[in-house]
């Protein structure tokens, strides 16, 4: 899948305070040069789950772990058929990782920057010094004759690590052969070197309330900005305001500056009644830390009349959003204000959708209900470093793995976070899963439909998503 920029890429790195910056210059007033990540570029931090799965992920497959203690570590998600990730550390992008959702694993894809903070003990083919100039100018693959020794795991289809007699990464690639086919090898390619855009790793502890400090101009900038876009925008619409709040991390952000900017206004909770219990906690205990009151509009009995009668939604037919959440959000405004605005956390570093949205809209669906986006030139970092600096309540389930909040089982999630919501909540699956043999059973289809998430597609379907957050 290709790459789409959504915005200018914002990432640098500060070697001197070792934390990521949003601008080419850090608070502390060293430069920051900038990290050649994947498009978008919407990288965030990675919490302690995050690391320990990266480093399982390598250690298995290298025999050491990646990401050292002390260090700041991101991940930057990036276009792929089921999920990948970049992992950014020491201003590097140290390699990815990658879901294979027809084999149910995740695969290491290190470069070479990676050898910086990890000695390969598996997986690494060693090359006689005359074949490294070719390998590292050419990227030339590394072939018999050159080949000095193969670490006995290499198996046919291994990411390794190509070393020197020296002890020093080289390069990176894919064995072509297994280590016994290798050994007796007088010619032929024995890896495929892979060729990355290079970046400069520089290792350094560090942690983030030192990322807050070192963004602090960025981060007053941004809040300047968006509060005074929240005061204009109100200033041009005498309405009831609210924020539209998910339990997600941008709706929060949203919620800080506009409590910034015009003091308390209700949360406008849309409650599809698929909600992790981790977000209904969520709204609950930011409704209690800042004395505001909850409006909710509940979608519950909507999605599974729906259901019944149109089977479940799919990521080429998600008519999940306009049932659940935009049509009872649309009885609730006009139930409670008659008409309101309310600010909403979108950001266009989230989808090509999101690039093109009017920054004040009204969507078809809810012509009584005036949106605005306060945030939409933020990163994901920008929320996460501002959130960090308010000490703000955000949602747990990002400490677990989930970089997005919503529907628990929704058809837009990657393959790999699904497993991990069916591991994590059995008995909310086990709901679903019973929703969806019922389905099945009803319209003839084979069990794999279930099984292998067939349900996901449609292939008679059309997008007609109408994206309320």
Known sequence: MRPSYLGKILLHWCDSCHVPVLAPRCSCGAPAREVPVTPPGDARPAFAADIEMVNRIYEESF??????????????????VDRMEEIVCGGAVLGQIRYISAKGVWEPIPRPEAAVFLKPVKKYVVVDDGAIRSIQEEGASVLAPGLVSVEESVQEGDEVFIMSRQGECVGVGRAKVDASTAKTMKKGSIVRTRKNVRSAAVPGPADWDKAVQANKDV?????????????????????????????GKDSLATLLVVLK????VPLLFADTGLEFP??????????????????????EKDFWET?????????????????CKLHPVRRTIDETWGECLSFIGQRKYESFRRLKSKRVWRNSHVRNQLSAAPIQNWT????WLYMFREKAPHNVLYEHGLDRIGCFMCPSSDIAILEGIKERYPDLWESWTAKLEDWRDSR????????????????????EEDSYY
């Open 63 to 80: 025999g050491a772990p990646l990401l050292p203690p002390g260090h700041i570590a991101l991940l930057n998600k990036v276009p792929e």
């Open 219 to 247: 981060l007053d900038r941004s809040e300047a900005a968006s509060v005074e876009f929240i005061r204009s925008v109100c200033e041009r619409n005498p309405l009831p305001v609210n924020v539209s709040y998910s339990g």
């Open 261 to 264: 900017a015009i003091g308390k």
């Open 278 to 299: 981790e977000t209904y906690e969520n709204v609950r205990r930011v409704s209690d830390h800042y004395g505001l009151e909850i409006i909710e509009a509940s979608g």
């Open 307 to 323: 259901f019944s009668s149109q089977g479940p939604p799919a990521v080429n037919f998600r008519w999940c959003c306009r049932v």
């Open 380 to 383: 994901a970092l920008h929320v």
């Open 444 to 463: 003839g289809l084979p069990a794999e439909w279930v099984s292998e998430a067939h349900w996901r597609m449609r292939s008679e379907g059309s997008d």
